[in-house]
C-alpha cells in the first residue's frame, strides 16, 4: 500500500479511485479532521496555532500572502508524506475550499518536484463517457502499477 | 469544541446508482445494529462513529453496487456548527459546489468502472484544443 496524494486535494473521484485500488489517499479532509479534533486553541473554523505560520514558512517564502503560507502549512506535510501523487488538471472547480490559485500551483509544483511516481490527467469534460473511460482508465493503471506493500517498494 | 476522539471517523457516501436509492443505502446502515451515527443528504448519507464500524458499514453499503457508490471522507462532523448551514445563516456550506461538480460526472465515472472490470478496450479519444491565436487572428480579419 502506497500513501498517493490527490490533487485536487478533497477530490471525492480520486479519494474513492486510490481506496478502491488499495492504497491510502492522502487527502484534505483527513487533515483537516487531525487539525479539528486535536485538543488545542478554540478557533473556529479550524484550530490555528502559532506553528502553523511557521510551518507554512517551510514552503513559501515570507512575502507570499499569508493565505498561501497558512494552506500550505496543511498541504506541506501532506506532500512530504506522499509516496506518489494524480493531479488532475484544468479542474473547472478549483476555487471554493480549495481556495487560491497560488496555493494550487505551489501544491502542484512541489508534487512535481518530488522524486516519486506522478500521474498527471485531466478531468472528463461533461458526459463526455470515452473521456471519462481515458481517465479511469489511466488512474486504475497506474495505481496498479505501484507496489501493494511496504516491502516490494523498497526492493 | 474540540472533539479529542481521534478514532471517531466521518464518511461522506454518494450514491450515483440506477438500482441503489440513497434510503436503500440508509436502511442497510440502520440494520447494522453499530453504534453509528447517519445523516441522509441529497447526494447520499453521511455516517459517523467508531473507525472499524464506519469501515465495515460502508464497505456493505459499497458492495450493494461497487462501481456506482462513492466513498470520502469528510473532516467535519455531520451538523457541526462550523459547517453546518442552521447556524450559518443558510446557503451552501463550504465544499458543496466541488462536490455537486463531482457528483455531476459520477455516472460516466461509474461507466467506466464497469468498462474497466469488463477489460473494455480504450478508444483513441480526440482532445479538443484551444484555438490557436494566429487562426484566431485569421478569422477576426477575414470578417472586415
Known amino acids: 500500500m502506497v500513501k498517493v496524494i490527490i490533487y485536487p486535494t478533497n477530490s471525492l473521484i480520486l479519494s474513492d479511485l486510490v481506496e478502491r485500488f488499495g492504497h491510502q489517499p492522502i487527502a484534505m479532509m483527513e487533515k483537516i479532521k487531525e487539525k479539528i479534533s486535536t485538543v488545542s486553541v478554540d478557533s473556529p473554523p479550524l484550530n490555528i496555532t502559532a506553528e502553523d505560520p511557521k510551518m507554512g514558512l517551510k514552503y513559501a517564502a515570507v512575502e507570499v500572502p499569508a493565505g498561501v503560507r497558512g494552506r500550505m502549512a496543511i498541504v506541506g506535510p501532506m506532500i512530504d508524506d506522499a509516496q506518489a501523487g494524480i493531479i488532475v488538471n484544468e479542474s473547472p472547480m478549483a476555487f471554493g475550499c480549495m481556495g487560491c490559485a497560488r496555493t494550487n500551483e505551489l501544491t502542484k509544483y512541489l508534487i512535481r518536484q518530488r522524486d516519486m511516481p506522478v500521474l498527471e490527467v485531466d478531468y472528463p469534460r461533461g458526459d463526455n463517457e470515452e473521456e471519462a473511460k481515458e481517465f479511469v482508465y489511466k488512474i486504475a493503471e497506474f495505481l496498479k502499477s505501484l507496489p501493494k506493500d511496504e516491502e516490494e517498494g523498497k526492493a | ?144
Open chain 2, 1 to 144: 469544541m474540540a472533539e479529542g476522539d481521534n478514532d471517531t471517523l466521518t464518511k461522506i457516501v454518494v450514491i450515483s446508482s440506477d438500482s441503489v436509492l440513497p434510503v436503500d443505502a440508509a436502511m442497510k446502515i440502520y440494520q447494522s445494529h453499530t453504534d453509528i451515527v447517519i445523516k441522509e443528504t441529497c447526494f447520499g448519507t453521511m455516517v459517523t462513529g467508531p473507525r472499524d464500524a464506519v469501515n465495515r458499514v460502508v464497505k456493505e453499503v459499497v458492495d450493494l453496487d461497487r462501481n456506482h457508490i462513492f466513498v470520502k471522507e469528510r473532516g467535519f462532523l455531520p451538523g457541526d456548527e462550523r459547517r453546518c448551514r442552521s447556524s450559518r445563516g443558510g446557503g451552501p456550506r463550504p465544499g458543496f459546489h466541488y462536490l455537486r461538480h463531482e457528483v455531476q460526472m459520477l455516472p460516466t465515472i461509474g461507466k467506466a468502472l464497469d468498462a474497466y472490470d469488463r477489460k473494455a478496450p480504450l478508444k483513441e479519444v480526440k482532445q479538443k484544443k484551444k484555438l490557436d491565436v494566429d487562426k484566431l487572428e485569421d478569422l477576426i480579419e477575414s470578417h472586415l
